[in-house]
């Protein structure tokens, strides 16, 4: 996530490493917050891959400042791992919203919406946070314990808002395409058993 998080926001534009690490902590920062430990040796690693390259200015006072941007295969990079995410950057959640915070960068409509398809394809596996002795998912309705049944029924709101919000894009983006919208997996209008 981290990696894709930086060569997103450096397609956008050249950023010094501030200006990049603030841009990622507004991203992800409130669930999972980004070091210095972790930032600038990803970015070393991205520099040594050719991903990327630093440019130095000089700065405001003595020291000079790095400017961080994506070489031409950096930004290819980024193309390649918006079109075909892994599995994870589609299930994990703040994963997927790092996908689609650059997703624009992808500028094919029927790829765009091929990603869309594969989270709306994952929030109908029936799930939940919990399971009973048979290893069935535990529905709110099901749940005893009033602080899990909490967390199941935001969940199912959430979910809900999220399956009518990528039903609606996939519509858009097929419309875009010149395809005729169809049926996205997830639409509202269907029955669903996930409490996701």
Known sequence: ????????????QPLHGYELKSRITGLTGHVRPV???????????????????RRTEPGSGAAPRQTLELTAQGRAELLRRLADPEQAEITD???FFTVTTFLHHLADPPRQAAVLRRRLAFLDAPSSFFYDGT???VTAEREPNPFRRGMLLVAR??????RAWLSETVAELDRAAGAEPSEAPGSPTEPQSSER
Request: hydrophobic residues 50%.
């Open 1 to 12: 996530m981290l990696t894709l998080a930086i060569l997103g926001f450096l397609y956008d």
């Open 35 to 53: 070091s210095d430990g972790a930032l600038y040796p990803a970015i070393a690693r991205l520099e040594k891959a050719g991903l990327l390259h």
């Open 93 to 95: 959640q703040i994963r």
């Open 135 to 137: 290893g069935q998912p």
């Open 157 to 162: 709101a959430s979910t809900a808002a999220e």
